[in-house]
């Protein structure tokens, strides 16, 4: 069988792929080549353990690519020969291409630095239906259960597993805080409070040292420094790394993080060769360096990139490097990041300031469901152009932190945010007068006038 466009893999970054080149380029034949029948969202593979209450309420479904005339068929991909054109299906057979699309995702860290990493009852969180509908079964009988790694999906699946009342959670983080690599200190204490206060009961600057297991299944986790734990089951959650074993073996060229190396258009070295999503590299926008960020919001923005530019660039793509914007929502407060922080700044030796404002997301503030809002941005001393942020707050947080992504998308500075044209309703924005955002961007001028920077 040969078609235009072969794509292997279905998740986010692939089915956005192939549903941008259909609707752009209708005539072209267009497959993705998956590993299981149904796919998940995945971010939110967390919530399965609570407020979904079932793996099938987050399956990620291929309609809108195959509503548009686009073939899927589930053949695991075993081999691929760049220099024929060709990718080997587990069912022995051969689909020749065109343009080839590695779309493969990524595969949780075997944390094989800990002793007793390979016990029964020790799980991780895949990327895949199967996996997580055993791991939701399985689970459902286990009452304490040890979360090792607090970030944003061992913080989230504690989060929603402590939110069973027959469940005891235990959280366990080498650094300080949780979500450390993604917020500032002062947001990464205040997310890690709010992890306490679900019934997680979170042990920061703590190392695990050994998995302790009785008859090859876990009993305990031994932390430095003598500590054990007693669990049923621990779910390890270190991290994530770019799934491109099969890439590697077909010849494509890997950086110094076991990505594919693609250019800003997402091609590799080798023509009609394309990776797009967790197995393609991505660069930090400000550090112009190889970075690790793994989200379905970058991916599914590099995958428009490259479906607008498969046959011929269209679209140039007008931004340096990834941002990394991230969200996530703990004991129902919203915390939102973008671009630089105290720490990716300072490890980059970028030179920085932040401003910072807080008020309510309604008004009046007597409306019975105002809260507070905090924004904190992050920008440049010398002109003033936005870095980054931090929002947290209200929902309304998470669609603020886009405007901020934008805003250091656009090289836009904190002069040109206080005649930011806003619209507002008491029901649904802070007021009119004091926009926390405009507000941030105000106190950020007087820091900038004060140190005589301006």
């Not at 990394?324 to 980059?348: H, P, R, W, Y």
Request: glycine share 10%.
């Amino acid at each position: 069988m040969k078609f235009d466009v072969v794509i292997i893999g279905g998740g986010p970054a692939g089915i956005v792929t192939g549903v941008t080149v259909k609707k752009y380029f209708s005539e072209k034949s267009v497959l993705i080549l998956t590993e299981a029948k149904k796919g998940l969202v995945p971010c939110g593979i967390p919530y399965v353990f609570n407020k979904l209450d079932s793996v099938d309420a987050n399956v990620m479904g291929l309609k809108p690519f195959l509503d548009l005339g686009g073939y899927v068929i589930q053949d695991p991909v075993v081999d691929v020969r760049l220099n024929k054109k060709e990718v080997y299906g587990k069912s022995g057979e051969t689909y020749q291409y065109d343009k080839l699309v590695f779309a493969t995702g990524s595969t949780p860290v075997k944390a094989e630095f800990i002793k007793g990493y390979d016990l029964e009852n020790v799980f991780y969180i895949k990327k895949n239906y199967q996996y997580i509908k055993e791991l939701y079964d399985k689970l459902k009988e286990i009452k304490r259960i040890v979360v090792i790694g607090g970030g944003f999906i061992g913080a989230e699946v504690a989060e929603q597993l402590a939110a069973n009342p027959d469940k005891e959670i235990i959280l366990v983080e080498s650094e300080e805080q949780c979500f450390s690599k993604a917020f500032s200190k002062k947001l990464s204490k205040i997310a890690t409070e709010q992890l306490r206060k679900t019934g997680v009961q979170v042990r920061t600057d703590s190392l695990v040292e050994e998995i302790v297991g009785e008859d090859g299944k876990v009993s305990k986790v031994k932390l430095k420094g003598g500590e054990e734990i007693p669990a049923e089951a621990v779910i390890l959650s270190v991290g994530y790394k770019p799934n491109t074993e099969l890439a590697a073996k077909a010849g494509l060229p890997l950086n110094n993080k076991g990505a594919i190396k693609v250019d800003s258009y997402e091609r590799t070295s080798v023509k009609d060769v394309c990776a797009v999503g967790d197995c393609s590299q991505t660069i930090g926008f400000l550090t112009a360096r190889s970075d690790n960020i793994m989200l379905a919001s970058t991916a599914t923005a590099e995958a428009r990139v490259l479906g607008y530019n498969m046959f011929g660039i269209r679209i140039k793509k007008n931004f340096l490097g990834t941002i990394a914007v991230f969200s996530t929502q703990i004991n129902g407060l919203t915390m939102a990041s973008a671009g630089v922080n105290e720490n990716t700044g300072k490890d980059a030796n970028v030179h920085f300031m932040t401003a910072e404002f807080t008020d309510v997301d309604k008004h009046p503030g007597t409306l019975p469901d105002a809260r507070p809002l905090t924004v904190r941005l992050v920008f440049s001393p010398s002109d003033g152009i936005i870095l980054g942020g931090e929002v947290w707050g209200g929902p309304t947080a998470a669609e603020i932190i886009n405007i901020i992504s934008m805003a250091i998308q656009k090289y836009i500075t904190v002069y040109e945010l206080i005649s930011y044209q806003i619209g507002t309703h008491p029901l649904l924005t802070s007021a009119p007068t004091k926009p926390v955002l405009v507000k941030a961007a105000e106190k950020a001028i007087v820091m900038i006038r004060e140190k005589g920077l301006s």
